[in-house]
């Protein structure tokens, strides 16, 4: 295999990670608001919740992040002369190393639901759902500009995207109360 197919691959199964990632936090949401429901429709829909729950993280979401990890240290050892001595990469590792963290404790809010001891509110897994976001942001704008970004453009651009995420769940907060 080329180097351009596992980088393929790698993008592959990152954008499957993520998109099991983005998932699996609204399922958290709507697991989270059914808990409001009456106790019969509440029942049904946490049971269902937790089926796809579990379905999403251990046959999607787990598996692509184990791939895009096998992928991205595949090609960390075919070029480790150019990528290990280059700072954005330094940066990128660091933004995984969290992202993993991100992604059991994810895991562990799942197992929450399905001990029916999920603490969090709707509320704050849309928060949780933006981290995700700001992960991606980051990881993408370092590979793809690399030396061409400023540590002051980098760090001003992260804010900014992180405040604005959360200009947008206010704004959605607020619609939603006024539609109800």
């Excluded at 499957?16 to 009456?38: C, N, P, Q, T």
């Excluded at 050892?77 to 280059?86: I, R, V």
């Excluded at 928060?127 to 690399?146: D, Q």
């Excluded at 030396?147 to 604005?164: A, C, E, R």
């Amino acid at each position: 295999m080329t180097y351009d197919y596992i980088k393929a691959l790698h993008l592959i199964f990152m954008v499957s990670w993520f998109a099991g990632l983005f998932y699996m936090v609204r399922l958290f949401i709507y697991f989270r608001e059914a808990a409001d429901k009456e106790k019969a429709e509440k029942d049904i829909l946490q049971a269902q919740f937790i089926i796809m729950m579990q379905r999403l993280w251990w046959i999607i979401t787990t598996p692509a992040m184990i791939l895009t990890v096998v992928f991205g240290l595949w090609m960390l050892y075919l070029n480790a002369s150019y990528l290990l001595k280059a700072p954005w990469m330094h940066l990128k590792l660091g933004f995984v190393c969290l992202l993993l963290v991100y992604h059991f404790y994810s895991q562990k809010l799942l197992r929450a639901c399905q001990n029916g001891s999920m603490r969090w509110s709707s509320n704050q897994l849309r928060i949780w759902n933006e981290v995700a976001t700001l992960f991606l942001v980051s990881i993408v704008f370092l590979v793809v500009l690399k030396n061409q970004l400023s540590w002051v453009s980098g760090t001003l651009g992260f804010f900014g995207v992180g405040i604005l995420l959360m200009l947008g769940i206010k704004l959605y907060k607020k619609l939603r109360k006024s539609a109800s």
